[in-house]
C-alpha cells in the first residue's frame, strides 16, 4: 500500500494506505490500463480549488473506493476510453453560493461549475456506484459518448444531479437526482424556487440516450431537456428514451423537453408538480403509459407541438390533463419553422379522472389557459388542426374536451361520463367530427 503525496504520478496499479491526506494538487493518472484503488482513503483539497485525481487521454484506466472533498472537480478526466470509476464517495465541490443565481445551462466545459465528475470526450466508460450527494453538481459530461452511468446518488445538489451536454448514445439507469433545487430572490419576499436546477440536465444536441428506473424527485425540475440555445440555435436533443423513470415533486415541471424531435416517454411517474410534463416546439413524441397526478396546471402542457402519439396515460386530478396551444413568437419561427402551431396529435386510450379539462386545445394563447393580446394586424401561428382524440375515458372532469378556434378535430369512441359542465365544449371550432362517443346515460354523442 502506497501512502499518497501532494501531486503525485500514478503510472501502476496503486493500491493506497487508508487514512486522511492533504493532497490541494491531487493525484495525476499516467499510464493506460492500471488501477488506483483508493482504499478508502480520503483525499482533501484547498479552499474548493484544482482537481482531486486528473486523468488524461488514457485508456482502461479504473479508479475506485477513494474519497474526495474540498477540489472544483473531485474527478476530472478528457479524451479518455474505458475508464471505471466505481464506489467513490466525493462530495463538498465547488458551489456558487446558494439563494443567489439563476443558473447557466449553457456553460462550456472550460467554465464549468464545479462538482463530483467532470467528463470531457469520454468514450465507452462505466460511471457506477458512486456517492456524489451533497455538492452542487454530481456528474458533468461534456461531449461524451457510449458512457453507462448506474446506481449512482447526486442528492441535495444545488445545481445540476447528472448533466449531459453533447453526450449521446449512454445509458442513465437506477441512479438518484432527489432534491437537486435551488432558490433565486427576486426581491425581499419573492424569488424562483428551482431556477434551473435539476436532478438531469440533458442539453446540446444530447441525443440516443437511455433513461431508466432513475428518480429525480422535488427538484427544481425533474429532467431538464432544452433544444435550443439563448441565441436561436437549434441544438435538439432527439430520440432519447426515459423509462420507468420519477420526476415528481416539483414545483415546475416533472419532464421538460423543448425543440426537440422523436424522443419516447414511457412508465414514468410525473406528479404533483406545476406541470408534469413541457414539451413545447418539439414533433414526433411518444408518451404512453406514464401517470399524472395532481399536477396543478397541466400533465402535459405544449405549445406548437407536432405529431405527438399520447397513448394509455393516467390524469388525475390535474388542472388540466392535455393543455395544447399555439403562439406565434417570431424568434422561434425563424429557428423552428415547422412547428408552427399545434397540429397532427392522436390522444387514444388515456384516463382523464376529476380533471379542471380533461383536454383543451386552443389557438393564440397565453401559457394555453388565456387569450393572448396581440395587437391589430399583429401575426398570429395557424389555427390548431387535425388532431385526433378516440377511444379514452373522461370521467368526472369539469369539462371533458374544450376546442377554441381549433379546426379538423375528430373526436371519436370516447366515454364521457359524469363530466360536470360539459362533455364537449366548441368555440369556433371548424370542420370537428364528432362520433360514437358514448355519454353518461348510456347514449352516444
Known sequence: MVVPTDGMVITEDTVLQPGVYYLPNGIIIAADGITLDGNGALLIGRDRTGVGVRVEGRQDVTIKALRLREYYHGIHAGDCKRLTITGCQITSTAEVEPNTIFLDIWLPPEKAYGGGILLHRVQESLIADNDLQHQMNGLLTYGCRYLTVRG???NYCSGFGFHLYDTSDSLYEDNYADFCCRYEPRGERYGHMGADAT?????YKSCRNTFRRNY???GGDGFFLAGMTPQMEPVGCDDNLFEENDGSYSPNIAFEATFSRGNVYRNNFANYCNYGFWLGFSREFVIEDNRMLHNRQAGIAVENG????????TFQACGHGILLWS????EFARSAPDNDTSREWLIEQNIFARC???VRI???????IRPLETRE??????????????????????IGIELVNADRTLIIENLMHRNVEANIRLDDAQETTIKFNVGYAGGYL
Open 306 to 313: 407536432v405529431g405527438f402519439t399520447v397513448r394509455r396515460n
Open 377 to 398: 394586424g399583429e401575426q398570429t401561428a395557424p389555427r390548431p388542426h387535425s388532431h385526433t382524440v378516440r377511444k379514452n375515458e373522461f370521467q368526472e372532469n369539469r
Open 356 to 358: 379542471g379539462k380533461g
Open 216 to 218: 429525480a424527485r422535488l
Open 152 to 154: 449512482n446518488v447526486a
Open 199 to 203: 436532478g438531469f440536465l440533458i442539453v
Open 362 to 368: 386552443a389557438a393564440n394563447q397565453d401559457h394555453g
Open 327 to 330: 403562439k406565434y413568437v417570431p
